[in-house]
Each structure stands twice: as structure tokens, then as C-alpha cells.
């Protein structure tokens, strides 16, 4: 029997990987399905992947593309649960998923702080899907809390901002398709001094009249290790980037890409970036108020994580004790089936 994580690339799949070390209730061994992605290929690198058609925001036509290869791959591997951190190109697997009578757990996006996404609420209407959110806040009788991706980190310490001179910088602006951010890389271009060496990863962002030198998309290891180099990130504010600033000890700058200036299909980053900048664990700004002050500050913190996580307890799993399970296990059991 085999369970199967599904997840798109970017911030999707960086979380359900740390997540999916953490989940009782299922059972391994684990299979991926996935985008074919550098980043898909260098974290999964050894795990059992089926690679899917690209799904994008807003794409009806290629979910639809996508039902037959998740026909194969749930006949041919024989799944017995599913597992996901979203978004879209779930669907056809929840659905088919639910005719086969399978184990369904959907684990919404730690993207969203104040409710679930359009996605999610699609897939919440799926009869026997077990829902859960990451933000005990709207946990309700319908979406179960067990925990979340960022509460693993804390607040390390902070020297003194500015003790620390700025000689290596990353920039991520994700692999969002067919959205660029070149505000942020103008505003960027103002503010660094020319000495600073920069890494761009640059997306679908046109930065060809810029004068710089951008890669569209880097392996996971290679963006990491150059993340480990640098005095500072900084990046759209997404839950992958930020997960692997956070990984590395460091405290990302977030700057959140926004809907009005068409840089995505919704405003959902503002909710990661506020959430993590309460919990003190990145600096957030706009892209136009960008300021050499908040590359300071997010360089000279830092970040630390637990060596052992608590369990993500999954509908029919093991009960664990306050404050990671919230209400208890048979009270969310119950409340999931109304």
C-alpha cells in the first residue's frame, strides 16, 4: 500500500516535504506527484516522483489534462491515502481518489492565515476529505488543526542591525508562471550598493533590459547553499522561500507581491508575510518602501528550529498532548464528519 503526496511545486511541495516527516496516520512506503521542476528534482532526489502536466492558477484546462495521469498512477501503485498541501492539481486525484474510497487528508497552505483558499474550498466539498488548517485561528468543526509548518521555528537573537556590512545577497522571486515582480528588482537596483555581489533568481520576471544576469529557476541544493553564502535574503513573500530561509537559520526580508500591480492572481503573500513578521521571524516590506534598514535588520537575525518536531496527527492517528493538538482528537473526529 502505498500513500501519495501531491503537491504543486514552490512553496506547496517545500512544505508538504518537511511536513509529510511528521505525519501519523498513513502509512509509507511514500510516493510524490508532482511538476518537473529543478526544485522538484533536487529535493525529491531518490523518492519514488511521478511527474504531472503544469497547473497554473486559475487553469481549468490543464486540471483536466491532468485526470488521466492520476488514473495511472493511483490504479498502478496501488494508493490506499493522499495526502496534499494543494493547490490545484490535487483535484483530479481527490476526486478519483473518492470514487476508490481512499484515505483523503488535505492539508491547507501555511499561505493562508485568515481562511481556506478557493482551491481547498473546492476540495472541502469533496465528501470524505479530512481537512485541516495551520493556523488554529479559523480551525473550525469542518477544518481540523494539528499543527503548522512555521511553528517549528523561533525567534534565536539579534545583534545589532547594521553590524554586519552587506557583501553577498540573494534574491528569489519565485516560479510563479507567467507573473513577474520587476518592481521588486528595480526598487532592489536603487537601493544596493554596486558592490554588492547579487544571486537573482528571477522566475518568469523579464529582467532582459535590467542589466543583470537572472536564472530562471535553481535546484533546491544550489539556491540553498548560495542562502547559507549570503549576509541576507530576499524574497516574494512565499511559504517555500521563506521555509527555506527559515531551514537555514536566517531571517528572510518578504516582500509581498500584490494583485493590483499584477504580479499575482491574489493577495494572499501579505498573509504570509504579516504572520511570519509577527512571530519575528522575517522582515517585511513593500516593494516601493524597500529600504537598505530592513536588509540590515533580517541580516543580523537569526532563526532555530527544534531538533525533534511534533507529530502532525492525522484523522484516525494517535492523540498528542496540548498545545500542538488544540481540542482533542475524538472532538475533531467528530467535529471533521459535520
Known amino acids: 500500500m502505498t500513500t501519495l503526496l501531491v503537491a504543486s511545486t514552490g512553496g506547496h511541495l517545500k512544505q508538504l516535504y518537511r511536513l509529510h516527516r511528521r505525519l501519523e496516520g498513513v502509512e ?5 506527484a508532482t511538476f518537473d521542476t529543478p526544485q522538484s528534482r533536487s529535493l525529491l532526489a531518490g523518492e519514488d516522483v511521478d511527474f504531472v502536466h503544469f497547473v497554473g492558477g ?16 493511483l490504479r498502478t501503485h496501488d494508493v490506499r491515502a493522499i495526502v496534499s498541501t494543494g493547490s ?6 481527490y476526486a478519483l481518489g473518492r470514487s476508490r474510497g481512499l484515505d483523503l487528508h488535505y492539508i491547507e497552505s501555511a499561505a493562508r492565515s485568515d481562511g481556506p483558499s478557493r482551491t481547498a474550498g473546492m476540495i472541502a466539498r469533496i465528501p470524505g476529505v479530512n481537512l ?38 540573494v534574491v528569489s522571486l519565485g516560479t510563479f508562471k507567467d507573473y513577474g515582480f520587476e518592481r521588486l528588482v528595480r526598487r532592489l537596483l536603487e537601493i544596493l550598493p554596486a558592490d554588492v555581489e547579487v544571486l537573482w533568481q528571477t522566475g518568469d520576471t523579464d529582467v532582459s533590459g535590467l542589466g543583470i544576469r537572472g536564472h530562471h529557476t535553481l535546484p533546491e541544493h544550489e539556491l540553498s547553499q548560495a542562502i547559507r553564502e549570503a549576509d541576507v535574503l530576499v524574497a516574494h513573500a512565499g511559504v517555500g522561500a521563506s521555509l527555506m530561509a527559515l531551514e537555514l537559520g536566517r531571517c528572510p526580508v518578504l516582500v509581498p507581491r500584490r494583485v493590483s500591480h ?21 522582515v517585511t516590506a513593500d516593494a516601493d518602501r524597500l529600504t537598505l534598514d530592513h536588509l540590515a535588520t533580517a541580516a543580523a537575525t537569526r532563526v532555530t528550529a527544534p531538533a525533534q518536531e511534533p507529530p502532525f496527527v492525522l484523522a484516525g492517528g494517535r492523540s498528542h498532548p496540548q498545545p500542538w493538538g488544540g481540542p482533542s482528537l475524538q472532538r475533531d473526529r467528530r467535529e471533521a464528519r459535520t
Open 88 to 93: 490545484a492539481v490535487a483535484l483530479p486525484f
Open 28 to 32: 509509507g512506503p511514500f510516493r510524490w
Open 58 to 73: 486559475r487553469d481549468p484546462g490543464n486540471v483536466l489534462r491532468n485526470v488521466p495521469l492520476a488514473h495511472r498512477i
Open 132 to 169: 485541516y488548517a495551520q493556523y488554529p485561528s479559523w480551525a473550525d468543526g469542518k477544518w481540523a488543526f494539528r499543527g503548522a509548518v512555521f511553528d517549528s521555528f523561533a525567534l534565536a537573537g539579534q545583534a545589532r542591525p547594521g553590524s554586519r556590512e552587506l557583501r553577498k545577497v
Open 262 to 282: 499584477g504580479e499575482h492572481v491574489d493577495d494572499h503573500q501579505t498573509q504570509i508575510a504579516g504572520e511570519l513578521s509577527r512571530r519575528g521571524l522575517a
